[in-house]
């Protein structure tokens, strides 16, 4: 199974772009690499996910490097409602394997 | 609202006791999987069904088990309750299998948190 690596936690100020790195190095080349976030004890909330080009959609960007070793996701603007624990997975099979996440915590 | 609906929100139970979980998935999507999160061992994948069929399973105890019925709504069972099945469980849904294939997206419902006393 392909494993992810997050950083524990992260600071943002309100308002600035928040990039959150994930790696993932031994990805194979059929595996997409999905982004989630919990909202405190919420369900796990979708953002977005992709395989190999860079994707776009109204929550956040995701950048992948050429090698697919490496992802970052940018939340463009924080908010504070963005505060959450994010989640990067390599999708195996059926299952979502979910790791200990990046705890972000958005500051006024 | 990401479309997929448990119930109950909340339930409280004893020992040794049975209780059924319950979920309804997006309109139009075949796949039901269940996901247990406790404190101490995160989110981890329970099972899945497709369109009646159980499909994977993962650390899924004997005491627990799952069905999906015709109209597509799912059940866990959690028998013989021991506190440390004190957790919540989601339910999330996806239209098709889920293989590494296809772009198959989970979407999670607000999840049903179970205390055992």
């Known amino acids: 199974d392909a494993k992810t690596t997050q950083p524990t936690s992260m600071d943002c100020a309100e308002g600035r772009a928040a990039n959150l790195p994930c790696n993932h190095s031994?990805?194979?080349?059929?595996?997409?690499v999905y982004w989630y976030r919990q909202i405190h004890s919420q369900g796990p909330q979708y953002i977005i996910h992709?395989?190999?080009n860079n994707e776009t959609n109204e929550m956040a960007s995701l950048i992948i490097t050429e090698d697919r070793k490496s992802s970052t996701l940018i939340l463009p603007h924080a908010t504070l409602r963005d505060t959450a624990v994010y989640y990067c997975?390599?999708?195996?099979?059926?299952?979502?394997?979910f790791g200990k996440g990046t705890s972000l915590l958005v500051t006024p | 609202d990401s479309g997929v609906t448990q119930t109950p929100k909340h339930l409280i139970t004893a020992t040794g006791q049975r209780v059924t979980l319950r979920c309804s998935p997006r309109?139009?999507?075949?796949?039901v999987y269940w996901y247990q999160q406790s404190l101490d061992q995160g989110l981890q994948f329970l099972i899945q069904y497709y369109n009646g069929e159980e499909r994977a399973k993962g650390n899924i105890l004997e005491r627990f088990s799952a069905q999906q019925f015709p109209d597509l709504h799912s059940e866990l069972n959690l028998s013989s309750l021991e506190l440390g099945d004190s957790a919540l469980y989601f339910c999330?849904?996806?239209?098709?299998?889920?293989?590494?294939?296809?772009?198959?997206?989970?979407?999670f419902g607000p999840g049903t948190r179970l205390l055992v006393l």
């Open positions: 309109s139009g999507d075949l796949s």
């Open positions: 999330a849904s996806s239209v098709g299998l889920g293989t590494t294939k296809e772009k198959e997206t989970q979407y």
């Open positions: 997975i390599v999708r195996v099979r059926y299952a979502l394997n």
């Open positions: 992709g395989l190999k």
């Open positions: 031994t990805i194979s080349g059929n595996e997409y």
